[in-house]
Nanobody, 125 residues
Framework: VQLQASGGGLVQPRGSLRLSCAGS????????IGWFRQAPGKEREWVSC????????YYADSVKGRFSVSRDKAKNTVFLQMNSLKPEDTAVYYC???????????????????WGQGTQVTVSS
């Protein structure tokens, strides 16, 4: 599956953004979709993992209660809704996919084979 991430931009603290991860070449039906982010000078950090097949979604503690994942099956797209954004959320955000994977709260980047190109999110006043 090929992934295209979009929706990043500049937003003020406490603002909201919605990122999209559009899939092509294969339906997302049997895929776990992960979101990761990487800030300058830092390692890539896991944000969330959702798997429709197994009906579970996990979030990193740093975003729990502020970020949420949803899917539009008809558009083969997964969304990351980000609310109450903080300057420390500034990073390049990536979506990733892995077929038939069960999400947990301990997934790491190497668990995923397919990656989107990343979209920049900047939270600043």
């Amino acid at each position: 599956v090929q992934l295209q991430a979009s929706g990043g931009g500049l937003v003020q603290p406490r603002g909201s953004l919605r990122l999209s991860c559009a899939g092509s070449g294969s339906s997302f039906d049997h895929y776990a979709i992960g979101w990761f982010r990487q800030a300058p000078g830092k390692e890539r950090e896991w944000v969330s993992c959702s798997s429709t097949n197994y009906g579970n979604t996990y979030y990193a503690d740093s975003v729990k209660g502020r970020f949420s994942v949803s899917r539009d099956k008809a558009k083969n797209t997964v969304f990351l809704q980000m609310n109450s954004l903080k300057p420390e959320d500034t990073a390049v955000y990536y979506c990733a996919a892995e077929s038939w994977m069960v999400c947990t709260d301990r997934v790491i980047s190497t668990d995923f084979d397919s990656w989107g190109q990343g979209t920049q999110v900047t939270v600043s006043s």
